[in-house]
């Protein structure tokens, strides 16, 4: 009897060791597409995607991970194939000696939609819009099954994502963080971004940041320039984005030595502005203008016409977009302008933004990197 207790004793503390070293690796590996990646390791992993018809599809992602356990992000681009001021933002990112430093992981994927940008389209070649079909599912459409990959292989595996968008072809956006401003979380991380604008954005169904929100995994939209375009501001605000909420997170030290926090603009709603005449518009506000009520912004003509319409903007507020072609359509969209109505606040926290600030940087890596004419 004695012998038979000792052996089940044995037991029982063999299997709570073995239990615990499972625990222990399940804490310490991180596995990505199949791939473990170490700590303080970078690894650049391929997930494939359905094909193109017979012609293989890959999704390529680099996980850096640091030395030091913490959060784990993802930062994704070109959801939308034409939208491609995320892939620059991503590359200069990635090579930025301070995550020599990083601790957590981040997780980055410059390209999500690898068939839409091959064919520079916003969409998947069944003309599905990727952004509307999360969180997927494995035998759904084309869309869907993409999504569904995205989620599993990705999302599911982070604790906060950040999404990278430009305007819709022929439209420019000014830098904005797009985010519920209700929830003090996320609108502390908006801040942190250093975009020139925040604007509060509801949840669209179907949309990676509602999905992964629904999940647990709250998500910044970053929205800047304009599609099948590089513009060097937004690039530059993004990168430096991305570094500030590592800092925030916990992820980075910081590196600058901050005296004045800037403040972004926050404004709850916003409102598309519409030509009601069609012919030739001629703009005269840019992004980041500040408008007042009744102000003329755009003058519409006919091509063999004299007679001119005005547009006026309907109330207080920034452009934070606009068209970017000058023929229009009535009903087209013209200027996004988001209500403020201290508009003399408003052009003081956009002087900072202006193009001589960014470009001197207190963050001297940042200062180094080349700059696109």
Not at 55 to 63: C, E, F, K, S
Not at 152 to 165: A, M
Not at 189 to 208: M, N, Y
Not at 248 to 253: D, N, P, R, V
Request: include cysteine; charge should be negative.
């Amino acid at each position: 009897m004695r012998i038979i207790v000792l052996m089940l004793l044995y037991c029982i503390v063999f299997a709570e060791s073995v239990g615990a070293q499972k625990v222990s690796d399940a804490n310490t590996s991180f596995i990505l597409g199949g791939v473990e990646v170490a700590r303080g390791s970078t690894e650049n992993i391929i997930i494939e995607l359905p094909k193109l018809y017979n012609t293989p599809i890959q999704l390529p992602v680099r996980v850096i991970r640091g030395k030091e356990d913490g959060p784990v992000i993802f930062v994704s681009a070109a959801i939308h194939g034409d939208e491609l001021n995320g892939i620059e933002i991503i590359r200069r990112f990635r090579n930025l000696q301070i995550l020599e430093k990083l601790k957590g992981t981040v997780i980055l994927i410059p390209v999500v939609n690898v068939y839409g940008m091959m064919n520079l389209s916003r969409y998947l070649p069944d003309r599905r819009d990727l952004n509307r079909h999360f969180p997927g599912c494995e035998k759904g459409s084309l869309a869907s099954r993409i999504a569904d990959i995205f989620f599993d292989e990705i999302v599911s595996k982070c604790d906060l994502g950040i999404d990278i968008h430009t305007a819709a072809i022929h439209r420019s956006n000014l830098p904005q963080i797009r985010t519920n401003i209700d929830n003090a979380h996320i609108l502390k991380l908006a801040k942190a971004f250093e975009a020139p604008v925040i604007l509060h954005s509801e949840l669209r169904d179907g949309s990676l940041r509602a999905t992964a929100q629904d999940m647990g995994v709250p998500t910044l939209l970053y929205e800047a320039g304009e599609a099948l375009r590089f513009d060097e501001q937004s690039i530059r605000i993004g990168v430096k984005g991305l570094v500030n909420i590592l800092i925030a997170k916990g992820m980075l030290e910081d590196v600058e030595d901050k005296k004045d926090v800037k403040t972004p603009i926050i404004a709850r709603s916003s409102e598309w502005i519409r030509a009601k005449e069609s012919g030739i518009i001629r703009t005269i506000k840019a992004l980041g203008d500040t408008v007042s009520k009744n102000e003329i912004i755009a003058y519409i003509n006919a091509p063999l016409d004299d007679t001119s319409f005005v547009l006026l903007a309907p109330f207080d507020g920034i452009i934070i977009g606009k068209s970017e072609i000058p023929l229009i359509q009535e009903g087209d969209a013209v200027f996004h302008i988001a209500r403020f109505k201290d508009l003399e606040v408003a052009d003081e926290k956009l002087e900072y933004f202006s193009e001589d600030v960014i470009k001197n940087s207190d963050f001297c890596e940042f200062n180094d990197q080349e700059i696109i004419e």
